[in-house]
């Protein structure tokens, strides 16, 4: 009997480690292939492919990481058995709506004539949920471990961009002409950088770091944003920290102490806030603000409203090709480029379809909030807010993806986590089911 028993230890010590090792590789490939997803930019993928340029196959306007996104949820998803609380299984079932839905909206455009709005239809948002998916196939401690990861790239490439503010040059490609410069980081875009070191300052609050690390966190996300010269990223990230200070609970503290608490961290904060923005404006990172917000950019997005006036109502219904439609902004409103995602959304795939789209869109990431901390509403109300002030929702950025993969790495709490590393040992709880 004992040797029996010592068999069946062994055996089972034996399967925990395979299930430790296929945890530990799950989480590197999915690692790679976020970030490879996340930091290969726009610039540096068209000097390899034809990405974003004319011409070219269709296989060739995919990301990299797109495709090593798809192929690693099939390895998820089919690599081993995986269970699903309760509350994931409704997530599970959204996600492959979802999905569904994105390649239901491509088929259309492809039907439609429309097909080079697929693209960023796949690139942005079928690849999101893809990783959501990735994401919901990995046990709790790999997805904290993939937003942990994923946020350290963000402050990585927030202070890249402050070094590319103070030296006044950029590490990464970047082919666009600019009147002043501005840095880039690790995205293909100021304004990204702005927008997603403002949306990471909220998951920072999410995190088990140490205090003195998240407070440093937040601090190199802000400047990094000020940096970026994205001014509407900017005020919302202001407002985002005081909104985190004030109205998130502190633990461990009565009611009482926390306001009390709060006041005096409140007071510390605008004091350093006003001797920050005094240092921002002496190094020349807040020069943006020093004229009016009424500019030239700023009216470029209200003049792009004006090219409805230039196409039919057959057009605004059904859509039109996404190049005829850029030669209509720039030889009738003179504006070299579409920075507003109602008007592409209408636009390229006609009202009915935009307006569904539009639905979807929010559908998908409001299930994602159900549940979720009020700092993650925080840090999604920062992004979405500072997306609609340029084209970020309808072109091929990673902002999407990355949103789902924090907001699922912290979406349960730190204390109700489960410490066990093997997918199937996470969850004892009966009322599961394995997809």
Same mark, same amino acid.
């Given at each position: ?23 530990? /590789?799950? /989480? ?7 970030? @490879? ?9 068209? *000097? ?5 340029? !004319? ?26 058995? &995986?269970?699903?609380?309760? !509350? ?10 979802? #999905?569904? #839905?994105? &390649? ?17 239809? +796949? ?36 202070? +890249?961009?402050? $070094? ?21 980081? /690790? #995205? ?6 702005? =927008? ?9 609050? @999410? ?41 998130? *609970? ?22 350093? =806030? ?25 009216? %470029?997005? $209200?003049?792009?409203?004006?090219? &409805? ?48 789209? %539009? ?5 998908? $990431? &409001? *299930? ?20 609609? %002030? ?8 990673? !902002? ?10 912290? *979406? ?24």
């Amino acid at each position: 009997m004992s040797s029996l028993a010592g068999g069946s230890e062994t055996l089972e010590t034996s399967q925990a480690r395979r299930q430790n090792a296929l945890s530990i /590789l799950l /989480l590197f490939c999915a690692a790679s292939a976020f970030l @490879l997803r996340f930091t290969m930019s726009v610039q540096t993928m068209n *000097r390899l492919v034809p990405y974003t340029t !004319d011409g070219g196959p269709f296989y060739a306007k995919l990301h990299f990481g797109t495709y090593a996104i798809f192929l690693l949820l099939v390895v998820v998803l089919f690599s081993r058995p &995986f269970l699903l609380h309760r !509350d994931e299984i409704g997530l599970f079932k959204a996600m492959l709506f979802f #999905s569904a #839905s994105m &390649f239901g909206l491509v088929a259309y455009l492809f039907a439609a004539g429309h097909a080079n709005a697929s693209g960023f239809v +796949i690139d942005a948002y079928a690849v999101a949920s893809a990783a959501g998916l990735v994401m919901l196939g990995l046990n709790t401690d790999t997805r904290r471990r993939l937003g942990d990861v994923v946020l350290a790239m963000l402050i990585l490439s927030a202070f +890249i961009g402050i $070094i590319e503010a103070v030296t006044q040059h950029r590490f990464m490609p970047y082919s666009e002409a600019e009147l002043a410069f501005r840095p880039i980081g /690790l #995205s293909s875009h100021p304004l990204s950088l702005g =927008g997603s070191s403002a949306t990471a300052i909220g998951f920072v609050a @999410l995190t088990n770091w140490r205090m003195w690390l998240r407070l440093s966190a937040i601090f190199i996300l802000f400047v990094g944003c000020a940096a970026s010269g994205a001014r509407t990223a900017l005020m919302l990230a202001s407002g985002e920290v005081l909104i985190l200070l004030l109205f998130v *609970r502190w633990p461990g503290l009565s009611p009482k102490y926390e306001r009390q608490a709060k006041f005096v961290v409140l007071l510390f904060t605008l004091a350093g =806030g006003a001797a920050l923005v005094a240092a921002l404006f002496a190094g020349g990172l807040l020069d943006r603000f020093g004229d009016t917000l009424f500019d030239a950019n700023f009216m %470029s997005r $209200i003049t792009i409203y004006q090219v &409805f006036s230039y196409v039919s109502w057959k057009d605004i219904f059904l859509g039109m090709d996404g190049g005829d439609l850029l030669k209509i902004v720039n030889e009738k409103l003179n504006l070299p480029f579409i920075e507003s995602a109602p008007v592409v959304i209408i636009m390229m795939f006609g009202l009915p379809a935009g307006l569904l789209f %539009s639905a979807l869109i929010l559908w998908f $990431i &409001f *299930r994602l909030l159900r549940g979720a901390a009020m700092p993650a509403w925080i840090g999604t109300m920062t992004y979405l807010l500072a997306s609609l %002030s340029n084209n970020a929702l309808t072109s091929k950025t990673p !902002d999407i993806t990355m949103l789902v993969v924090l907001l699922l790495a912290y *979406r349960n709490p730190l204390a109700g986590a489960p410490s066990t590393a093997s997918g199937p040992d996470r969850n004892s709880n009966p009322r599961t089911r394995t997809p």
